[in-house]
């Protein structure tokens, strides 16, 4: 027996509503809430401005191995009854940080809510720091980054990082640090940073049904003990437009594929022009149908694929497109990366091509703030960029009333396809004289 149906027609979208925001001062710090009517989950985190920017030079990861270290007990419980607690409220403390920000946060029933704030804070404020149990963690982080930079490009990662925003600056280091400068963070580092910012009140972010959330005491609860408010913010990164075109040649003897990454630096988050350089990324390589994977991935077969995107933070941010290609292609798939960085900066984008970009910009959007964990992610976004509280109602509407014009101009305004900087971690006798050949840039090896 066959049976035959028709695929079901796509139906009228429905309206995209971000949840209403409430801000409010609380025992010296702020809380900033979202609401959501009827759900019975609810999730909080705490945003302290300690982020990897923050860490000296030389002590690069030393937040990660502060927000593992936090989760070995603190001053009133050890790491077994901390955990067991947790366990009792059905949530689990998630600690991180980014350029930006050190975060910890829980997720839970609305009701167990304040007792999973009490034990966030708990953990943030009061650690215990048994010396034993920093050298454990940072020799594991150790292990896990020797074993991680053994993989291909983490290497060509920091090349890249570093000629775009110099080694002498720490954004211009890997977020999560590597092998040596882990290796040299001590029971003293660990705790002269936790003294200096996680003691500071920070900001709360909460996301569930307010109706049923009491904001003040958990404020209080988040900003119990702290001292010192949020530092001054600093001003973005004075970064130059970077001068001609260089490749750096990262070799990896015996490597059957090249890991490439090609890029230059670009505005912060917070820019004006964050909705149109979007687009052109996504255009340019964000998404399946880009032009970067059509031609090197479809037409090429050079790769399985290829990304290209515009990463912002709050004082700096960059372009970059990545991939890994077979290593006997290596040099043609970097001449085609850049002719069609060079035709989107010149010619712009089609409205066809930017129907679909905006289409699927604006319904993820839909579909990644569906949790109240993702909504406090949202939260954090306006804190820490200073957008204003309408930002993410109105970030769809924007999208989709981005224009051809408006998104041909910022692909023109910020695409640099003169001054990329190219990173190739590869077999370097194999792959170098014909990188040289191509005539795209200087050709220098990377530092070992």
């Known amino acids: 027996m066959t049976l035959i149906v028709d695929r079901p027609a796509t139906g009228e979208p429905r309206p995209y509503r971000f949840p209403r925001v409430v801000r409010r001062a609380v025992a010296g710090g702020e809380v900033v809430a979202a609401h959501l009517p009827g759900h019975n989950l609810a999730a909080a985190t705490l945003l302290i401005d300690a982020g990897a920017g923050r860490e000296p030079l030389g002590r690069e990861g030393l937040g990660g191995v502060l927000a593992k270290a936090l989760e070995e007990g603190t001053a009133r419980r050890d790491s077994t009854a901390y955990a067991l607690a947790l366990e009792g409220l059905g949530t689990e403390l998630s600690v991180g940080s980014d350029w930006d920000a050190f975060q910890a946060g829980v997720q839970v029933p609305v009701r167990r809510l304040l007792a999973a704030v009490e034990l966030m804070a708990e953990a943030v404020r009061t650690p215990r720091f048994d010396p034993a149990d920093i050298n454990r963690v940072r020799d594991d982080e150790v292990t896990a980054l020797r074993m991680y930079w053994a993989n291909p490009g983490p290497r060509a990662d920091a090349a890249f990082r570093a000629d775009l925003f110099g080694a002498d600056r720490r954004q211009g280091r890997p977020l999560d640090g590597d092998p040596e400068s882990v290796a040299a963070i001590g029971v003293d580092d660990v705790s002269a940073f936790h003294g200096e910012w996680l003691t500071r009140t920070g900001t709360l972010l909460v996301a569930g049904d307010l109706d049923r959330i009491d904001l003040d005491a958990l404020g209080a609860a988040a900003f119990a003990g702290a001292v010192g408010g949020a530092p001054p913010a600093d001003p973005p990164l004075d970064l130059p ?108 984008v089609t409205e066809a091509e930017l129907a679909v970009a905006r289409s699927w910009r604006a319904g993820q959007l839909s579909v990644e703030l569906q949790s109240p964990r993702a909504i406090v992610g949202a939260l954090g976004t306006l804190v820490l960029y200073g957008l204003p509280d309408d930002y993410h109602a109105t970030l769809r509407t924007r999208l989709l009333a981005a224009t051809e014009a408006e998104v041909s101009t910022a692909a023109a305004t910020y695409l640099r396809p003169e001054s990329l900087t190219l990173v190739v971690e590869g077999d370097a006798a194999t792959i170098r004289d014909e990188i040289v050949a191509t005539g795209l840039g200087e050709v220098v090896d990377a530092a070992r």
Do not use: K, W
């Open 241 to 348: 437009p970077g001068g001609q075109r260089r490749i750096i040649v990262v070799d990896r003897p015996g490597s059957v594929q090249s890991t490439l990454r090609i890029g230059h630096t670009a505005p912060h988050r917070a820019h004006p022009d964050y909705v149109p350089m979007t687009l052109v990324g996504t255009v340019l390589g964000g998404a399946f149908t880009s032009r970067l994977n059509h031609l090197l991935r479809e037409v090429r077969g050079y790769t399985y694929g290829i990304r290209a995107d515009f990463g912002l933070s709050r004082r700096f941010g960059r372009f970059v497109v990545a991939s890994n290609v077979q290593t006997a292609v290596t040099a043609p798939a970097l001449v085609d990366a850049i002719g069609e960085i060079t035709r989107t900066q010149g010619e712009g």
